[in-house]
DNA sequence: TACATAAATCGAAATTATTCGATATTCATG
DNA sequence: CATGAATATCGAATAATTTCGATTTATGTA
């Protein structure tokens, strides 16, 4: 877990509502075909009004710093919350900082 | 409390280190001529390694993000973390997060 | 194999962050 | 009022971030 990652991820609005959203998956991303115990699809969050390769570039961000896991099915890639990480890091962060 | 506002301030290792210095001055500044419970004088922490420009800067965005108070007495501006504002920093990111 | 869809990567432009040395400001002291 | 000390601000160079459209890659399907 790199702190420092971490934090550089979460200083920007629109990946800290990415990670927001993907909190309820149910009540923001109602209109995936795929059942969303999958998780959600990066075109979903195309919602927040940014372009498909910023929406990649945003998740992949997010992706380094470990705070979603993904998983791809066919040519889907699924993301969700990487809970563990998130809690470590609100733990170091609680002690550290 | 601008939490994306924090959030920028400590993304960076040099901020950082600046406001953990700050939770036991006595082990980090003992150096300073004037009494430590006034705060910590800025130029203390330009043995970092950082230009008194530079440390003036990152005191000024870690003020600006309300992370520490400032006390001017005399020439010398002295700083101490904030700790309402960290707690409730912390707080919101347990809640948010 | 050809085509369609999802996502990643590339290249470029604009903005912001980091850092410095030089200069300005603020305040105390002689 | 002149000087010195602490801090802030300015201007500039460099690096990193953000964003986009275009292209590429990977996968599934006709």
């Known amino acids: ?19 927001n959203h993907l909190k309820d998956p ?11 115990e999958l998780g959600v699809c ?3 969050f ?13 998740l992949s961000t997010l992706h380094r710093a470990g705070l979603v896991t993904t998983r791809r099915l066919g040519q889907w890639i699924f ?3 990487n809970e ?5 890091f609100l733990a170091a962060m ?3 900082l």
Chains 1, 2 share one sequence.
Not at 26 to 36: D, G, I, K, N, R
Not at 84 to 88: P, S
């Open 42 to 44: 990066a075109s979903q």
């Open 79 to 81: 993301y969700k919350r």
């Open 46 to 58: 195309e919602r927040c009004g940014l372009s498909q390769s910023t929406v990649s570039a945003h």
């Open 94 to 96: 609680q002690k550290e």
């Open 26 to 36: 149910y009540a923001h991303f109602p209109t995936q075909e795929h059942p969303l």
């Open 1 to 19: 877990m790199d702190k420092n990652e971490i934090l550089k991820a979460l200083a920007n609005p629109a990946r800290l509502e990415i990670l």
């Open 84 to 88: 563990e990480t998130i809690a470590e």
